[in-house]
T-cell receptor, first 119, second 114 residues
């Protein structure tokens, strides 16, 4: 199946731990994203990568570090987890990097989400 | 910076009834506009999008939306709702001035009564 796949789907951990979420897309897309959805379902972009290059870095704590080993993978590592990090993290991809005349831009394909619970 | 407002947090309709979900955006130029749907425990799926041209756009699952520049709105409609349409609906705007990143509204939860 062509898709955006994330692992793990559920992650329960203690405060202070370090954890990673992995994302892979086999759609041949150039751009990948991490979004955070809080308990009120509000979705906010965290990072965007285009061909392994960081493009968007919102005001996210330094404890969050994305890594893109190739354009099909975008992983999210979180250090020193805090209670407020509990959320659903969505990976997404889009065909091209958004830009003038790029009609396909911004049409995101989302993964199913990774629910992180910090105790 | 762009912003999106979905005034209705929760809407309940009867199966077979018509539906309209409201979305208002704030952006200084022509935006890119989207509606996504999220079923419980799932990721978001694109319903439809507006980039330019015809202001009435058709999407999947029988949904349509109309871009009204004068009202800064992009409301989602469906003439007859099915029980399977129960989900969370998100309006989003993408804009040139912010690396084209998407800004999402806070969502509208749709409940469908039998």
């Amino acid at each position: 199946d062509t898709a955006v796949s994330q692992t793990p789907k559920y992650l329960v951990t203690q405060m202070g731990n370090d954890k990673s979420i992995k994302c892979e897309q086999n759609l041949g897309h150039d751009t990948m994203y991490w979004y955070k959805q809080d308990s009120k379902k509000f979705l906010k972009i965290m990072f965007s990568y285009n061909n392994k290059e960081l493009i968007i870095n919102e005001t996210v704590p330094n404890r969050f570090s994305p890594k893109s080993p190739d354009k099909a993978h975008l992983n999210l590592h979180i250090n020193s987890l805090e209670l407020g990090d509990s959320a659903v993290y969505f990976c997404a991809s889009s065909q091209e990097f958004p830009g003038p005349g790029v009609v396909g831009a911004n049409v995101l394909t989302f993964g199913a989400g990774s629910r992180l619970t910090v105790l | 910076a762009q912003s999106v407002t979905q005034p209705d947090i929760h809407i309940t309709v009867s199966e077979g009834a018509s539906l309209e979900l409201r979305c208002n955006y704030s952006y200084g130029a022509t935006p890119y506009l989207f509606w996504y749907v999220q079923s419980p425990g799932q990721g978001l799926q694109l319903l439809l999008k507006y980039f330019s041209g015809d202001t009435l756009v058709q999407g999947i699952k029988g949904f349509e939306a109309e871009f009204k520049r004068s009202q800064s709105s992009f409301n989602l409609r469906k003439p007859s709702v099915h029980w399977s349409d129960a989900a969370e609906y998100f309006c989003a705007v993408g804009a040139r001035g912010s690396n084209y990143k998407l800004t999402f509204g806070k969502g509208t939860l749709l409940t469908v009564n039998p």
